[in-house]
C-alpha cells in the first residue's frame, strides 16, 4: 500500500483549470450519449447543445489558464503549448459541429455524423485531460520513500486519477530480488508508470515491467509483453500527439525521467538514500 504524499500543496490554478476540463468534457461526453441514444428526440438535443456550446470558451480559458500558470516555471514547455493548441482547435471544431446540427434539424443521418465527430472530439480531449492533471499532480510539493512495485500495484486501481475513460491494459512485472525504494510523490509516480505503459503497449493491449537499481535510480523497463508473472490491468491514458513530448517533460522537471527506444520504455527515479 502506497503511503501518502508528505504534502498535497498542488498549484491551485491547475487543480481549478483541470475540474472545468473535466467538467466541460463530461457534458460533451454525455452529449455523445444522448446522440445515440434512441430514446432521445431532436427537441431533446436541441436543449443540451447550446449548454455544450456554450462550455466550450471555459475550456478554451481553462487551457490557456495552465500555459499561462506553466510559463517560466519548470513545467513551462513546447509541449504544454502544443497540449493548448490542439485543446483549442478541437472546441472550434465541436462549435462549428453544433452549429451546422442546429442548422440541419439533426436528421437521422446529420446525427450520426455529429455523433462520430463529437465522439472524436472527446477523445482528444480526453488525452489533453490526462497531461493537464499530470502537471497538477507534478505540482505538488513533498516526496516519501515507496517500493516501486507497489507503485506497479496501486496503477491497477487508480481510483483518484484519469478521465474515467482510460484504456485498459495487462502488464506483468518481475518483481527485484530485494526491495527497490524510490523518493518520489507517489500519485505522480502512478501517473508516470501509466503513462510509461501506454506508450511501450503502442497499439496493443499488453507490455511487461523489469525492475532493476543502481546506486541512485531505480529503473522501471517496459516492453512487449512475455510469458512471466501474474498480470494487472493498469488504467492507462489515451495519448495524443503531444503526449510522450509532455510526459517527458514532466518527468524531467520532477527528478524523474522517461526513454524511449524502439517501442521500449524506461522509466527511471531516484533512489531512497538511508537516514
Known amino acids: 500500500m502506497l503511503p501518502p504524499a508528505s504534502s498535497r500543496s498542488v498549484d491551485p490554478r491547475l487543480a481549478s483549470a483541470s475540474g472545468v476540463m473535466r467538467d466541460t468534457l463530461g457534458a460533451i461526453h454525455n452529449l455523445v450519449h444522448l446522440l445515440g441514444s434512441v430514446r432521445v428526440g431532436p427537441k431533446g438535443l436541441a436543449r443540451v447543445i447550446p449548454d455544450v456550446q456554450a462550455s466550450c470558451n471555459q475550456m478554451v480559458g481553462?487551457?490557456?489558464?495552465?500555459?499561462?500558470?506553466t510559463e517560466g516555471s519548470k513545467f513551462g514547455t513546447k509541449a504544454v503549448g502544443d497540449v493548448a493548441t490542439l485543446v483549442a482547435s478541437r472546441m472550434k471544431d465541436l462549435e462549428r459541429a453544433l452549429g451546422l446540427a442546429k442548422k440541419s434539424g439533426l436528421r437521422a443521418a446529420d446525427r450520426l455524423a455529429l455523433e462520430r465527430t463529437v465522439a472524436a472530439i472527446a477523445r482528444d480531449l480526453d488525452g489533453a485531460l490526462e497531461l493537464v492533471e499530470l502537471l497538477s499532480e507534478a505540482s505538488a510539493t513533498g516526496s516519501v520513500p515507496v517500493d516501486v512495485t507497489d507503485v506497479i500495484r496501486e496503477?491497477?486501481?487508480?481510483?483518484?486519477q484519469g478521465t474515467g475513460r482510460s484504456r485498459r491494459l495487462s502488464v506483468t512485472f518481475a518483481p527485484a530480488e530485494a526491495p527497490v525504494i524510490a523518493r518520489v510523490n507517489p500519485r505522480l509516480a502512478m501517473r508516470l508508470f501509466a503513462f510509461a505503459a501506454a506508450l511501450a503497449a503502442g497499439k496493443a493491449r499488453s507490455a511487461h515491467t523489469t525492475i532493476r537499481a543502481t546506486d541512485e535510480t531505480c529503473i522501471l523497463h517496459l516492453a512487449p509483453p512475455v510469458d512471466a508473472g501474474n498480470p494487472i490491468v493498469v488504467a492507462a491514458p489515451r495519448l495524443i500527439a503531444p503526449s510522450a513530448e509532455c510526459v517527458v517533460a514532466v518527468a524531467e522537471a520532477s527528478g524523474a525521467r522517461l526513454d524511449r527506444d524502439s517501442g521500449e520504455v524506461t522509466l527511471t527515479f531516484p533512489r531512497a538514500q538511508p537516514e
Open 155 to 160: 496503477s491497477a486501481v487508480r481510483s483518484d
Open 62 to 69: 481553462a487551457i490557456r489558464e495552465v500555459v499561462s500558470t
